[in-house]
């Protein structure tokens, strides 16, 4: 499928699937089985989905650490007429995934960038959430300490649109427990865990459910998670914070300011955090 020297090739974005092979569409098994090279964030994981799909093609790698100098090179060899598909290991490329920077250089060199779309884990994760869908917020993943985490998450606090996360397993307890911190126990969340497999479970509720169920339950800690939050709900939110701070002074005038901002917080619904921050 080379293209003579005058004609640059294209870069195909390619999604392939996050769990169920099943999801890989014909047009995406037609592109990487016509191009003439892949470029792969991780070369052994590909060549199962390719085994899989009866396709033996040249592969590079394309991962964080070699974007820049390999982008370089793919993007020359796309001049030169070759066609080049981008996978990674799992989804949609580019999303909280490498990509960006070969996209950007192949645009800037007015080489052709075609997206052939399929699954992504964000957007499985939405349409079987449940929340308000017309707006929301991809955060990917949220970072791995608990005090940056929670200084993350309090900058969303007013967020009305839905917010999206990506998480791991051996994070998603105490992710669920900053959670419930900064946005307090009652707002509605959705944990999506291991989407198009085996053990596919999504569960909804308020924060503090969530928390509870998926931190007594091992088997809910396995796996692959999107975690989803209903947007602030402005005229509650505001009402119930409103609420929480006329009594935490009542009680800051007898308990230490930690203690009337934990009483302060059940008694109103209003987040912790945000009554007090010590
Ligand atoms: N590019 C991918 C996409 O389009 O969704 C995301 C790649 S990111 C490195 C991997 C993260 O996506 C996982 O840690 C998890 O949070 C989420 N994820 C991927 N597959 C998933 C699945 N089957 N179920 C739930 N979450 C998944």
Redesign the pocket.
């Given at each position: 499928m080379t293209k003579s020297a005058q004609t640059p090739g294209v870069l195909y974005v390619v999604?392939t699937p996050?769990?169920n092979l099943a999801d890989l569409s014909a047009r995406a098994r037609d592109t990487l089985a016509s191009v003439d090279l892949i470029a792969a964030e991780d070369t052994r994981h590909s060549a199962a989905l390719l085994r899989h799909c009866g396709i033996a093609k040249r592969c590079v790698a394309l991962h964080e650490h070699n974007e820049r100098e390999v982008s370089a090179q793919l993007v020359q060899q796309m001049q030169a007429g070759k066609n080049i598909a981008l996978i990674?290991?799992?989804?949609?490329?580019?999303?909280?995934?490498p990509g960006f920077r070969l996209v950007r250089a192949a645009r800037e060199a007015g080489v052709k960038v075609s997206p052939v779309p399929g699954?992504?884990?964000?957007?499985?994760?939405l349409s079987a959430a449940g929340l308000p869908s017309d707006r929301f917020v991809f955060e990917g993943?949220l970072p791995a300490k608990s005090a940056a985490r929670r200084a993350h998450l309090q900058a969303l606090i007013v967020e009305t649109r839905t917010l999206i996360?990506?998480?791991?397993s051996h994070r998603i307890v105490d992710a669920l427990e900053d959670c419930v911190a900064v946005f307090g126990e009652a707002r509605h969340a959705v944990v999506?865990?291991?989407?198009?497999?085996l053990f596919?479970t999504v569960l909804d509720g308020s924060l503090a459910e969530l928390h509870a169920r998926v931190a007594r339950d091992a088997e809910q800690q396995r796996?692959?998670?999107?975690l989803l939050i209903a947007g602030a709900d402005e005229n509650a939110d505001s009402a119930r914070l409103a609420e929480g701070r006329r009594i935490f002074e009542l009680l800051r005038a007898e308990l230490p300011p930690g203690r009337a901002a934990k009483l302060a917080s059940e008694i109103s619904g209003a987040p912790r955090n945000a009554l007090y921050t010590t």
């Amino acid at each position: 499928m080379t293209k003579s020297a005058q004609t640059p090739g294209v870069l195909y974005v390619v999604a392939t699937p996050i769990g169920n092979l099943a999801d890989l569409s014909a047009r995406a098994r037609d592109t990487l089985a016509s191009v003439d090279l892949i470029a792969a964030e991780d070369t052994r994981h590909s060549a199962a989905l390719l085994r899989h799909c009866g396709i033996a093609k040249r592969c590079v790698a394309l991962h964080e650490h070699n974007e820049r100098e390999v982008s370089a090179q793919l993007v020359q060899q796309m001049q030169a007429g070759k066609n080049i598909a981008l996978i990674s290991d799992a989804g949609t490329p580019l999303v909280s995934d490498p990509g960006f920077r070969l996209v950007r250089a192949a645009r800037e060199a007015g080489v052709k960038v075609s997206p052939v779309p399929g699954a992504c884990a964000a957007i499985a994760a939405l349409s079987a959430a449940g929340l308000p869908s017309d707006r929301f917020v991809f955060e990917g993943f949220l970072p791995a300490k608990s005090a940056a985490r929670r200084a993350h998450l309090q900058a969303l606090i007013v967020e009305t649109r839905t917010l999206i996360f990506y998480e791991s397993s051996h994070r998603i307890v105490d992710a669920l427990e900053d959670c419930v911190a900064v946005f307090g126990e009652a707002r509605h969340a959705v944990v999506a865990r291991e989407l198009t497999k085996l053990f596919e479970t999504v569960l909804d509720g308020s924060l503090a459910e969530l928390h509870a169920r998926v931190a007594r339950d091992a088997e809910q800690q396995r796996g692959e998670f999107v975690l989803l939050i209903a947007g602030a709900d402005e005229n509650a939110d505001s009402a119930r914070l409103a609420e929480g701070r006329r009594i935490f002074e009542l009680l800051r005038a007898e308990l230490p300011p930690g203690r009337a901002a934990k009483l302060a917080s059940e008694i109103s619904g209003a987040p912790r955090n945000a009554l007090y921050t010590t």
